[in-house]
């Protein structure tokens, strides 16, 4: 008998895998990816990739090689983080408070070919309210002690020094199974905060 579950769940993995061959992400012609973003089989159920400072992918085609007649649907989800700003260096506090948007149906274009949208559209104001002694804290937890003076200089300005920014752009592809949308991965994109 547990053979006959782990040789069904191989045989259901194999189904939801095969459908789908290849996951692109190609910029249009005003942004840029330093690295190709070619996705191919098999896919684990999440995928990290850090980007440059200078990658966008906002605006990019997200294109996903699989047969014609197969269901599959693609959605967008964007989270902030706050960085420390000290005009040039900065520290991200990526594991600390967020912004996380809810899932954004992305929209074909042609069969299996998606549009993302500008990442300034998206409203991402939810970033939770927290004091300055909060701020210390999770910066002194990022090993950020060199950043402790800035805090108290004169010259120190929440809206110059604290900035808050996408910090991740996730993409989700899901496909029908048997009358259910199940998720074949997520592509994580870890943007960089900073200047």
Known sequence: MKHMVICLMCLFSSMLSA????????????????????????????ITIPLEIQDQIANASLIIVANKNDKIRASLQLETSMSIQDEGPHLDLL??????????????TVTHQFKLPGFDNIALDCFPEVTLAEIKQAVLQHDGEEWMPLFDRDSFNKEMNLLIGISAARIKIEQMVEGKWMVVTIVNFNIPIGC
């Open 95 to 108: 594991d600390w408070k967020h912004c996380t948007s809810d899932w954004l149906t992305l929209h074909n």
């Open 19 to 46: 459908a789908i061959n290849e996951i692109n992400i190609i910029p249009n012609a005003t942004n840029s990816i330093s690295k190709a973003v070619n996705l191919v089989q098999p896919f684990k159920d999440r």
